[in-house]
């Protein structure tokens, strides 16, 4: 998740959910009001998943919103493993805090 962007977006949307493809660096964004735990799971189902197929392996940040009983839920239904990153400072922790100020010129 990307932190809060000002100003809000005319549909008052301030945060964008990031996914990262590790291996072709392809990213998926999408802008969100608010990102709840459902808004996650909602977020792979149908942007990823739906679009791209089922994941083997799925890697998050510590966040509250990553790392519940519906992304549990979510990994054993599609039987995709769900790893956690080390916990570092954010700019360590993943790809999409140094990426996308450069491809949505934030």
């Known amino acids: 998740m990307i932190s809060p962007v000002e100003p809000k977006a005319s549909n008052g949307h301030r945060l964008i959910l990031v996914a990262i493809d590790y291996f072709t660096k392809w990213v998926e964004a999408v802008?969100?009001?608010?990102?709840t735990k459902s808004v996650v799971t909602k977020f792979i189902k149908r942007d990823i998943i739906c679009h791209y197929g089922l994941l083997a392996c799925i890697i998050t940040d510590n966040g509250t919103n990553l790392n519940d009983k519906m992304m549990t839920?979510?990994?054993?239904?599609?039987?995709?493993?769900?790893?956690?990153?080390?916990?570092?400072?954010?700019?360590?922790?993943?790809?999409s805090a140094e990426l996308l100020p450069a491809e949505t010129g934030l």
Do not use: R
């Open 31 to 35: 802008s969100y009001a608010n990102i």
């Open 73 to 95: 839920e979510l990994c054993e239904q599609f039987k995709i493993k769900h790893h956690n990153s080390t916990h570092y400072p954010p700019k360590m922790n993943g790809a």
